[in-house]
């Protein structure tokens, strides 16, 4: 069942197109990954899906993008409501400097959400738990989300997004400031994480979309050249230039 479609999505920054006729379906409950050159646009179509790119001056859009069949460059969306449920996780990452229990309850705070101390209490420990922190972390909720190691801290950023009952998870470069057996145990996470949520990683790393994703997308000059399955991408590409780039030719 598809999650993200979108048609014909086109944008620009100011004067510049940096998005071209953008065309696809992402499932729910599925990892898809997005690959390609640096200024490919990867990030951009990510930012898409929770409206990010309007913070940016002169962006503008147009075509259709369809997240549980709504859509969301509809005037009319509530983008409080959008970037609750569609999360994000970036390059490095973003703790606040509070505790690693208010980390966590930050967005229910601001939503109104569970506010009596029990409920907030039990949502730490949910999410905690989900991304396999709560017996590291359980003796130190009241200390600084900041003394945490760099997997911790992304870990804690995944966390927030789940006590927010986020269920679309965007994650941007998620791994590229950790060393390699901390990227592994991220990779881990992500692939329990999509038996309930939908994510879509960017990534340089073409062998870590090979490891932990079930559709590939493969981004060039902010075109969608090739999408599927992400053993058939990697293994017997449709196009040239997906080719030639998955066995560095260039890029």
Not at 62 to 81: A, C, F, H, P, S
Not at 165 to 179: F, Q, R, V
Request: glycine residues 6%; charged residues 25%; contains cysteine.
């Amino acid at each position: 069942m598809a999650k993200i479609i979108t048609h014909d999505l086109n944008l620009w920054y100011s004067g510049f197109q940096a998005l071209k006729s953008v065309c696809v379906s992402l499932q729910e409950k599925k990892i898809t990954a997005i690959i390609g050159p640096s200024g490919c646009g990867k990030s951009t179509l990510l930012r898409v899906f929770n409206r990010m790119n309007d913070l940016v001056e002169g962006v503008r859009m147009e075509g259709r993008v369809l997240i549980d069949g709504k859509d969301i460059l509809d005037q009319k969306t509530d983008l409080v409501e959008l970037r609750k449920n569609v999360g994000m996780v970036f390059q490095r990452p973003n703790p606040f400097p509070l505790s690693i229990f208010e980390n966590v309850v930050f967005g229910l705070r601001i939503h109104g959400l569970k506010q009596t101390k029990e409920n907030l209490y039990e949502a730490v420990e949910q999410s905690l738990r989900s991304v396999l922190l709560w017996d590291e972390l359980k003796d130190r909720l009241r200390a600084s989300a900041l003394s945490l190691s760099l997997e911790q801290k992304q870990r804690l950023c995944i966390a927030r997004l789940i006590a927010v009952k986020s269920d679309l998870l965007l994650m941007d470069e998620p791994c590229s400031t950790l060393d390699p057996q901390a990227t592994a145990r991220i990779e881990e996470l992500m692939r329990e994480l999509k038996d309930k949520y939908t994510i879509v990683i960017v990534t340089h790393n073409m062998q870590q979309a090979a490891r932990v994703s079930d559709d590939t997308g493969f981004m060039l000059l902010g075109e969608l050249v090739e999408f599927g399955k992400t053993e058939s991408v990697f293994t017997s590409p449709q196009d040239k230039r997906t080719e030639e780039y998955i066995t560095g030719r260039y890029g």
